[in-house]
């Protein structure tokens, strides 16, 4: 990939049904390597601006660059496909660990996907295994923890070592222990990279760059922690709760 992880809304307007806009006026803009976070309520419209960053849907109105190509209106599977995504829900499939970490990068060798698998904090888990690399997944990945699915799905990133990524973090029940493994394993999957973050925990998005704050489909908040602190505003009242 030739893309340097720039990424730029300006003026989105989106609605999944064209009679109903669900982002208003979106604009902001990530400089390559910049780590970018959403907060609000529910239904504020935090999953929905991820998808036009992956352009699954088509915008009504506004523009959206990567790297200064409007990619708003028109398609290019070639650049979504760029994007990295670690979502909650790890899709595995039957077959060997080994294979599901090389889904993220079809040609990658077994050595690239053990140093992602490394970088993701996944390595020691993996070793664990009865069959380590070659142990054999269930398809829905059931003879996993949901924390070990989360370091397949940051090994699977890594391996396809993209400019720029999206992260919906987990809100259930993963122990402690296992969660701190994943914030590590994400954390170093995101040093270098753009990183979009959907953030449940407020402690998570703490070290971003920009916390954008989103209520009914606008950005009401922008700005890093201790700006959004000093401004007494909506992130206040959810950081003081
Ligand atoms: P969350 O995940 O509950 O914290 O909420 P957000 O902030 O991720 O909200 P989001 O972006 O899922 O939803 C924003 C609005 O868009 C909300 O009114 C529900 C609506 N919406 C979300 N996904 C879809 C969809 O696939 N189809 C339609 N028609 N509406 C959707
Ligand atoms: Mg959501």
């Known amino acids: ?23 208003h006026d979106i604009n902001m803009y990530a400089k390559p390597g910049q780590k970018i976070a959403f907060v609000g309520s529910t239904g504020a419209g935090k999953t929905t601006i991820t998808n036009l960053i992956n352009r699954f849907y088509d915008i009504q109105d ?9 990619i708003g209106k028109i398609r290019k599977p070639d650049l979504r496909r760029s994007l990295g995504i670690v979502l ?13 970490i090389r889904y993220g990068k079809l040609d990658a060798t077994d050595e690239e996907c053990i140093k992602a698998a490394k970088l993701a904090n996944a390595h020691d888990f993996i070793k664990r295994l009865p069959d380590g690399y ?7 990945g ?13 090994a699977r990133a890594a391996v396809a070592d993209p400019p720029a990524l999206i992260l919906d973090e987990a ?20 040093e270098g990279r753009t990183s979009f973050v959907i953030a449940h925990r407020l402690s998570t998005v703490k ?11 606008r950005i009401i908040e ?16 959810l950081y003081t709760g």
Request: with cysteine; glycine share 8%; proline share 1%.
């Open 88 to 100: 909650q829900d790890t899709h595995l499939f039957t077959g060997t660990v080994m294979d599901n």
């Open 142 to 154: 059931s003879n996993l923890s949901q924390g070990q699915r989360q370091l397949l799905a940051i």
């Open 171 to 190: 809100t259930s029940s993963i122990d402690t222990r296992t969660e701190a493994m994943v914030s590590k394993g994400m954390d170093a999957l995101m």
């Open 207 to 217: 070290d971003a760059d920009c916390i954008m704050v989103m209520e009914q489909g």
């Open 222 to 237: 922008r700005g890093t922690h201790d700006q959004l602190i000093d401004m007494k505003g909506r992130y206040y009242q």
């Open 134 to 140: 070659n142990t054999v997944l269930t398809g829905d």
């Open 62 to 70: 506004g523009k959206i660059r990567y790297d200064n190509i409007n």
């Open 1 to 23: 990939s030739e893309l340097t992880g720039e990424v730029e809304f300006e003026n989105v307007d989106f609605g999944y049904n064209p009679d109903k806009i669900v982002l």
